[in-house]
């Protein structure tokens, strides 16, 4: 049974922590750094704790979460009769 091997975690020069995920391009290795945030990579960070609000600075309109929007046009209670009763008005001297 392989034990995984534990993530090493670098700084950069802006203090920044970082990744090192490496891969080749032609023969040669490259490196790529993968930024993170408590341990988790930014990109997830940033789908777990983006609100609504975040998404649409972004531009990023399709994560935009639609359902409570529905459920308040769809919502029956909310259809509230206008009162149309004139009875308020009956006491004016015009």
Do not use: Q
Request: hydrophobic content about 25%; some cysteine.
């Amino acid at each position: 049974m392989k034990k995984k091997k534990k993530i090493k975690i670098h700084k950069d020069h802006k203090g920044r922590n970082y990744i090192r995920e490496s891969y080749f391009v032609g023969g040669k290795m490259k490196f790529r750094k993968i930024y993170v945030i408590d341990g988790i990579p930014e990109d997830e960070f940033y789908e777990k704790n983006a609100t609504d609000i975040d998404h649409l600075r972004n531009g990023e309109y399709w994560l935009i979460s639609s359902d409570k929007d529905s459920d308040d046009l769809c919502d029956k209670s909310n259809n509230n009769e206008p009162d149309l009763s004139d009875n308020k008005f009956d006491d004016l001297p015009f």
